[in-house]
């Protein structure tokens, strides 16, 4: 498995590639901006991307979404929660509905080549945010950032929840390689060890 960071925006969101290096098939995780970017590593990497992850439906996690849609006519995956008609959103904007969207949730399994992809459940960052399995691999959207998780001061964002998501995360068995929304990546020991949001949870939990 070949995992290709590109941070993207404004917000600089982590914007991942992850790539079955036996088929050269791919995943596009929270195509935040920049399409053209994206695109580009993946037309020269000869890459065939057969899913779009969203982990969340914050602005900055897709507004490059319908360029690598276009550029690769692969589907794109959102949790339900975090998807509504324009009217009904909120000031902070969360991913407009869209017909052709394909809607996760807990439990399910996306193959991508060789590799799968796993679906867990973990709100409080927002609704729908969702934390994505991959072998040792742990996309973790803006639930959980080295030392730190997401702001929940948003429409729909709730600490009780988050800290809920993380204790979840916490208990996992084993140890993963954290590839978060923003800032740099992790392991999930190193923060079940360091993490003070994780550390409260599990304490309070």
């Known amino acids: ?3 290709k960071t590109i941070p993207v925006g404004q917000l600089e969101t982590n914007c991942y590639i992850v790539t079955d290096e036996a088929t050269l098939k791919s995943a596009v995780i929270d195509p935040g901006d920049e399409s053209s970017v994206i695109l580009n590593y993946i037309e020269t990497n000869n890459l065939t991307v057969e899913a779009i992850f969203l982990t969340h439906g ?3 996690h897709w507004l490059g979404l319908d360029g690598v849609r276009e550029g ?3 589907p794109a995956y959102v949790h339900k929660a975090d998807s509504f008609p ?6 902070h904007m969360m991913f407009p509905a869209d017909a ?5 949730a807990e439990g399910d399994v996306i193959k991508v080549g060789n590799l799968e992809f796993k679906v867990l459940e973990t709100p409080g960052h927002s609704r729908g945010s969702v934390t994505l399995l991959c072998g040792d691999a742990m996309f973790s959207g803006d639930t959980l950032f080295r030392d730190s998780c997401g702001r929940t001061d948003f429409e729909g964002g709730d600490m009780a929840t988050i800290l809920k998501s993380l204790l979840r995360l916490s ?4 140890d993963y390689e954290v590839y ?3 800032m740099g990546s992790s392991t999930l020991s190193r923060e079940r060890s360091f993490n003070y949001y994780m550390n409260y949870a599990r304490n309070n939990g």
């Open 1 to 3: 498995m070949l995992i």
């Open 58 to 60: 914050h602005h900055d």
């Open 72 to 74: 690769t006519g692969a």
């Open 86 to 91: 324009a009217k009904e959103r909120g000031s």
């Open 100 to 104: 052709n969207i394909k809607y996760y």
């Open 171 to 174: 208990n996992l068995e084993g």
């Open 180 to 182: 978060p929304g923003h």
